[in-house]
């Protein structure tokens, strides 16, 4: 079985701030992990993912996450924080015999001016 | 492309009635899965075909749940009869064997109200 659990369902940041959302997962066999961005009323969108190779992922919008097996953990950052970066993130994992993503509660990224 | 797209985009509808969500997924896609994204219970996924046959229902809520794909460019949700618990955004999301895995492409959504 997988899972994800991602730390602090609300984090606000400054403008220009770091940006740091966190995310473990647990996975029986190598995994595959994702970040997804969802805009208000909208569907979910890629923001990265990886797949074993490196494990330093750069997305869209200047996000980055790296993925870290010994501490299960794969974080989400952004050096700085725009307002338009104001979305809920989700963390997803699957691996490659299984086509569905378990997804994470999601974290709501508030942007302050 | 159009991307996936759903309708209706919003749904209110009284408990009992049935109520049905369509999605078209991206040509090409071989997978289609459905979703449901409530407070409560997050981002939950329903169903998914690969190549119009459903794959995995277990995460189906109940029997008032169905879910069809007729062909590779349609597939609808079904419930009936509705109950207010049913309240919920649906998506759909399409993805293509060659594409990735978990490189799945969201639709808008459908927002159904159920009073």
């Known amino acids: 079985a997988q899972s994800v659990t991602q730390l602090g369902s609300h984090v606000s940041v400054s403008e220009g701030a770091l940006v740091l959302l966190r995310c473990n997962y647990s996975s029986s066999v190598p995994p595959y992990l994702f970040w997804y961005v969802q805009y208000p009323n909208q569907g979910l969108q890629l923001l990265l993912k990886?797949?074993?190779?490196?494990?330093l992922v750069k997305g869209i919008n200047g996000f980055e996450a790296e993925f870290k097996k010994s501490e299960t953990s794969f974080h989400l950052t952004k050096p700085s924080a725009h307002m338009s970066d104001a979305a809920e993130y989700f963390c997803?994992?699957?691996?490659?015999?299984?086509?569905?993503?378990?997804f994470g509660s999601g974290t709501q990224l508030t942007v302050l001016p | 492309d159009a991307g996936v797209i759903q309708s209706p985009r919003h749904e209110v509808t009284e408990m009992g009635q049935e109520v049905t969500l369509r999605c078209k997924p991206i040509s090409g896609h071989d997978y289609l899965f459905w979703y449901r994204q409530t407070m409560m219970r997050g981002l939950e996924l329903l169903i998914y075909f690969n190549n119009n046959v459903p794959i995995d229902d277990s995460g189906m809520p109940e029997d008032r749940f169905s879910a069809k794909m007729p062909n590779a460019s349609f597939s609808t949700l079904k419930i009936q009869p509705s109950e207010p618990r049913d309240s919920a955004v649906y998506f759909c999301a399409s993805s293509r064997l060659g594409q990735g895995v978990g490189e799945q492409y969201f639709g808008p959504g459908t927002r159904l109200t159920v009073t």
């Open positions: 990886y797949t074993s190779a490196a494990t």
């Open positions: 997803a994992v699957s691996s490659y015999s299984a086509r569905q993503l378990t």
